[in-house]
């Protein structure tokens, strides 16, 4: 049976995603950026909140945990090695893990660089992945606490899944995303087809997240370091593909 996924947006940009599964109603919610739009997308469906996973400790991911949390009375589950800084876990996980709602298994991915710490979700049957801020819509999370190393280490165990993935990633930043991506590959075709698309979506006022593995496999620059075309195209087709990201990483900072 699938997962019902329902995009909550929260705060300016952010995402929060009820995960339902279809089978025993269990319901959680990835990231609770506020509490408010959580509890009243759940009310208006009847839901009741079992789990509240959390993929890092930043303000805009953990804000709304305990009045969810008090609301709900919902399980907190997150990364045991960031457990200092996240609201308090009912449930710690660490990488590799899986872990259960209701008959829908996923499995815990540690994808540190933005933050220490910072999980993935991923639904392997349901084919849907909760990134936060690693892997994100044609982007991926500024490295504050890792290092460049460990983000392309870490966005590099996406490159293994099937294409069909979902990400759904924290925020809604495609748009300015795809100015970026375009100055790395300014001769792709296929970045060319997804900024209009991007464009169209965003003048509609539809969501961008979340977007396919296989699109971003094929147009987001921090997935494509280890691309002979990327290389090419910085004149770096000597240097290793974690260099490669970390000097597209760095460009983006400074754009
Ligand atoms: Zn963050
Ligand atoms: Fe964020």
Not at 73 to 90: E, F, I, K, M, Y
Not at 142 to 171: C, N
Request: one cysteine or more.
């Amino acid at each position: 049976m699938p997962l019902e996924i329902v995009t909550v947006p929260c705060l300016a940009d952010n995402y929060a995603y009820l995960i339902r599964d279809v089978e025993t109603g269990k319901v959680a919610v990835a990231d609770a950026p506020e509490a408010a739009p959580i509890l009243k997308a759940l009310g208006e469906r009847s839901w009741q909140l079992d789990q509240v996973l959390i993929t890092h400790h930043h303000y805009d991911h953990i804000d709304g945990v305990e009045e969810v949390r008090k609301a709900t009375g919902a399980q907190v589950v997150g990364h045991s090695v960031d457990a200092g800084r996240l609201p308090p876990l009912d449930v710690a996980l660490d990488d590799g893990d899986t872990h259960q709602l209701g008959t829908e298994t996923c499995e815990v991915f540690d994808v540190s660089g933005h933050t220490i710490g910072h999980v993935a979700f991923v639904f392997h049957d349901a084919l849907a992945a909760f990134t936060g801020d690693s892997l994100m819509a044609w982007g991926c999370g500024r490295v504050f606490e890792g290092t460049m190393d460990m983000m392309w280490t870490s966005l590099s165990k996406f490159h293994a899944l099937p294409r069909a993935m979902q990400i759904y990633s924290g925020h809604e930043y495609t748009a300015s995303n795809a100015k970026f991506a375009l100055t790395i590959e300014p001769d792709n075709p296929s970045l060319h087809q997804r900024s209009e698309q991007v464009t169209a979506a965003r003048a509609k006022g539809e969501f961008t997240v979340p977007s396919g593995l296989g699109l971003e496999l094929a147009t987001n620059p921090f997935m494509r370091a280890g691309h002979i075309k990327v290389k090419t195209a910085l004149g770096m087709t000597d240097a290793s593909d974690a260099e490669v990201f970390a000097e597209i990483r760095t460009r983006k900072d400074n754009f």
